[in-house]
């Protein structure tokens, strides 16, 4: 059995930097307070909470006084002023690509079009963003938009950061019909792009693909759907411990993929079983 890894695959610049800010406040600080997993993975938040790290539900719930930490996919305006009113030091690690979407949402906002923003409605990066913009803002998926009769005189859209730019083009090319000016910014990260497209050229040659990454991961998701798109046989998996040796008999050529929340150390595991085989 051969397998072959995306190229590029794993932690994207943005998750690595609030890994590595984390890290080192954990070092400077006894505990580190985030409101909500810093990063959408499991071990790797586990692997952090032995160092310190305290997870709270919310904001609200972080004691004043403490050191709190800013997750990668940020925070509401509200939320933003409530921590940095309550804690003696805030360590900002949203994810500079989320943190553009929030100004692009604000502006667009300020210059009276309805924002509308492709992406899941309960994921924190989406919720993060709407807290930016004082108006009612619509969250939309690509398929269901089609259910929106009415009309606005403008729209701006715009995207959570780990959306497909196929849902992108397509969300465009049916609000178009709904208003007289329609303004679309292009806010899905290049990283996000980029694994993207290295799962496609991928899937093209290997029979079997592999795709490591938290199930709370938006990114490993899209990772996982665009590999099922070709017809393989994907197995989704949060550690190497995971992977069935069963599944892998009779597959020749397996490809790996991993999330860009997956740390390093995850995907070296999972090699390196994948090497023993």
């Known amino acids: 059995m051969n397998f072959v890894i995306a190229n590029p695959t794993g ?20 505990s580190v307070y985030a409101a909500g997993s810093p ?18 539900p919310s904001v609200a719930e972080i004691p004043g006084g403490t050191a709190a930490f800013i997750r990668a996919h940020g925070l509401s305006r509200g939320e933003d002023a409530e921590l940095r009113e309550k804690c003696r030091k805030v360590i900002d690690g949203t994810c500079p690509f989320v943190r553009n979407v929030q100004k692009k949402a604000a ?11 492709l992406g899941d409605f309960d994921h924190p990066e989406v919720k993060g963003i709407l807290g ?48 007289e000016e329609l303004r679309v910014y292009n806010t899905i990260c290049r990283a996000t792009v980029e694994r993207q497209e290295s799962v496609k050229k991928l899937a093209e040659n290997v029979g079997a693909v592999v795709v490591i990454g938290g199930k709370n ?18 197995k989704w998996i949060e550690s190497a411990g995971e992977l069935d040796e069963g599944w ?19 995907v070296n595991d999972l090699t390196a079983k994948l090497s023993r085989l």
Not at 222 to 232: D, K, M, R, T, Y
Request: proline content about 1%; hydrophobic content about 40%.
């Open 11 to 30: 932690l994207c610049f943005g998750v690595r930097r609030a890994i590595e800010q984390l890290e080192l406040a954990l070092r400077e600080n006894k």
């Open 39 to 56: 990063i959408h993975n499991p071990q790797e938040v586990e692997r952090l909470s032995r160092l310190g790290l305290k997870v709270t």
């Open 107 to 117: 502006e667009l906002d300020r210059e009276g079009y309805k924002v509308i923003v």
């Open 132 to 179: 930016h913009v004082d108006g009612d803002a619509l969250v939309v998926k690509s398929e269901n938009c089609i259910n929106l009769r009415a009309r606005f005189g403008k729209i701006g859209i715009l995207s959570q950061t780990t959306q497909k730019e196929a849902d992108l083009a397509d969300l465009a090319s049916k609000l178009v019909f709904l208003t």
């Open 217 to 234: 991961s938006a990114n490993t998701r899209a990772l996982v759907e665009i590999s099922q798109s070709f017809g393989l046989d994907v």
């Open 248 to 266: 892998l008999r009779d597959k020749n050529e397996i490809g790996v993929a991993a999330g860009g929340s997956t740390p390093d150390w995850l």
